[in-house]
């Protein structure tokens, strides 16, 4: 199963940006689906989560600055991010399925500081 990430870049401190995964539609349809995040040399940790209905969940060093949607037009997710600190500088995975085994190719993130 393909799971497709765009969006992310660089950006200041205090900063904003958005990143994108694109799911096949069975999967999208039937499962929740989440964001990651792995800074090397570390374990990769939850982010945020949505449900096929909309329930979500956060990371507490994200809640309050990121937000996690879905668009069933699109088979699309995405983490709007703000607030961004250099913490916040890694690589970013989508992920679904069971056991969360299905992954995107990564988006890697700067935050200058």
């Known amino acids: 199963v393909q799971l497709v990430q765009s969006g992310g870049g660089f950006v200041q401190r205090g900063g904003s940006l958005r990143l994108s995964c694109t799911f096949p539609?069975?999967?999208?349809?039937?499962?929740?689906t989440a964001w990651y995040r792995q800074a090397p040399g570390k374990r990769r940790g939850f982010v945020a989560r949505?449900?096929?209905?909309?329930?979500?969940m956060y990371a507490d060093a994200v809640r309050d600055r990121f937000t996690i949607s879905r668009d069933i037009t699109r088979n699309t997710i995405f983490l709007e991010m703000g607030g961004l600190t250099v913490e916040d500088a890694t690589i970013y995975y989508c992920?679904?399925?069971?056991?969360?085994?299905?992954w995107g190719q990564g988006t890697q993130e700067a935050v200058s500081s």
């Open positions: 949505i449900t096929v209905g909309n329930s979500t």
């Open positions: 539609r069975r999967e999208f349809e039937v499962y929740a």
């Open positions: 992920s679904a399925g069971p056991g969360w085994s299905y």
